[in-house]
């Protein structure tokens, strides 16, 4: 499971998409997670068993072949961590900007795909399309990349709007008020 987008976000303590369904670990299950979204440092994780763990140390290219992580972006990691168990008013101010998201582009001729994450994908379909409109976002000083085939099928291009507890409610604001305008 790439629970990329679930982990620190969904389930009552951050636990990710196994929380949000109240689902325990199991041994057959491969987890990973990408430390660069809600946790806010970089690197990703792979839980499973040891079995598993092994094999991917031992084996996975990617792995061997790079530099291990430094010390100081492990402490800031285990302060992630606890931030994500322990900060519940985090999470709520996400949820909350989420709510405020959808929302604002109900109406809008590009829906938003369903989703209870950070990661909010306006479909919009054709690559052009999506250019230009990321492309005007940006002059209006809101960055929302375009994410175009082959990283979703074709004719489903989109943007990927991402949101933080760190924007304020007006950032929610005037970004929907630029797409409001754009359409
Ligand atoms: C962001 C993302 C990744 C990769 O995360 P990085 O740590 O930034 O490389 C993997 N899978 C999904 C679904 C993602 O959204």
């Known amino acids: 499971m790439d629970d990329a987008h679930g982990f620190g976000v969904l389930g009552p303590r951050g636990e990710g998409s196994l929380g949000h369904f109240g689902l325990a670990f199991h041994p057959r299950l491969i987890l990973m997670g990408t430390l660069g979204k809600a946790a806010g440092v970089a690197g990703a994780f792979v839980a499973g068993s040891e079995t598993v763990v092994e094999y991917l140390a031992q ?32 999470r709520q101010r996400l949820l909350d900007r989420i709510g405020r998201l959808r929302d604002g582009l109900a109406g809008l ?33 809101l960055w929302v990349p375009a994410i175009r085939p082959p990283t979703v099928p074709k004719g489903m291009a989109r943007l990927r709007i991402s949101l933080s507890a760190a924007h304020s409610e007006a950032d929610v604001d005037r970004l929907v008020a630029a797409l409001q305008e754009l359409a």
């Open 59 to 90: 084996k996975a290219r990617s792995y061997i072949f790079t530099t291990g992580a430094p010390p100081a972006l492990a402490f800031a990691l285990y302060r992630s961590v606890d931030l994500i168990a322990t900060d519940g008013a985090r």
């Open 109 to 141: 001729p590009w829906p938003l795909l369903p989703s209870l994450t950070a990661i909010q994908p306006l479909l919009v379909g054709e690559n052009q399309a999506v250019l230009d409109l990321s492309q005007a976002l940006w002059e209006r000083g």
